[in-house]
Antibody
């Protein structure tokens, strides 16, 4: 079945870096855009980034643009989120979610999330 | 950046009908915003309900429907069940980027 599994979360000091992974299975990786979404403790959802189905386009929220980079490894069916210059406000559960289709229409399947804590 | 507003909380009786709305800080919601709706229960990942304004996923119960209503995106729950008690989030598309609403806590009482 369609599955997304995030990993790579942990505790990191402000200003440091962390890379999250999202392993996809059960669907053709090249046929769907993929999103990163985060949720700070006790807060709502925040869209973070998107990689297009063919890997040619990336989009970012203003809050992370210039610090976060999305990438992918097709051979591993894995999406990544490289997070640099981390701040306390980046503390959140990070989810990866599949777009509904090859054209960007929103999300359908979500992973269970990985927790990032930025703390000194 | 656009701020998207939802009702902070709503209460509905079992078997009743309730409509949640989603409005941007400027302008109106149109079909080009591809509005999405998600349900999230405590300790769980969000679950997708509606995409592109009114399209249901294969797992979306028939009692959930999406629409545009008075310049806002809307999610209507009919014949509400106790298990529908949850936080609901809308999501709007802005030319490459997406913005979530602040969420509506729906209580079934």
């Amino acid at each position: 079945q369609v599955q997304l599994v995030e990993s790579g979360g942990g505790v990191v000091q402000p200003g440091r870096s962390l890379r999250l992974s999202c392993a996809a299975s059960g669907f053709p990786f090249n046929n769907f855009a993929l999103h990163w979404v985060r949720q700070a403790p006790g807060k709502g959802l925040e869209w973070v980034a998107l990689m297009s189905y063919d890997g040619t386009k990336e989009y970012y929220a203003d809050s992370v643009r210039g610090r976060f980079t999305v990438s992918r490894d097709i051979s591993k069916n894995t999406l990544y989120l490289q997070m640099n210059s981390l701040r306390h406000e980046d503390t959140a559960v990070y989810y990866c979610a599949r777009d509904v289709s090859i054209t960007i229409l929103g999300m359908d399947v979500w992973g269970q999330g990985t927790t990032v804590t930025v703390s000194s | 950046q656009t701020v998207v507003t939802q009702e902070p909380s709503l209460t509905v009786s079992p078997g009743g009908t309730v409509t949640l709305t989603c409005a941007p800080s400027s302008g109106v919601v149109g079909s080009h915003h591809y509005s999405n709706w998600f349900q999230q229960k405590p300790g769980q990942a969000p679950r997708a309900l509606i995409y592109s304004t009114s399209h249901k996923h294969s797992w979306t119960p028939a009692r959930f429907s999406g629409s545009l209503l008075g310049g806002k995106a809307a999610l209507t729950l009919s014949s509400v069940q106790p298990e529908d008690e949850a936080e609901y989030y809308c999501l709007l598309y802005y030319g490459g980027t997406w913005v979530f609403g602040g969420g509506t806590k729906l209580t079934v009482l």
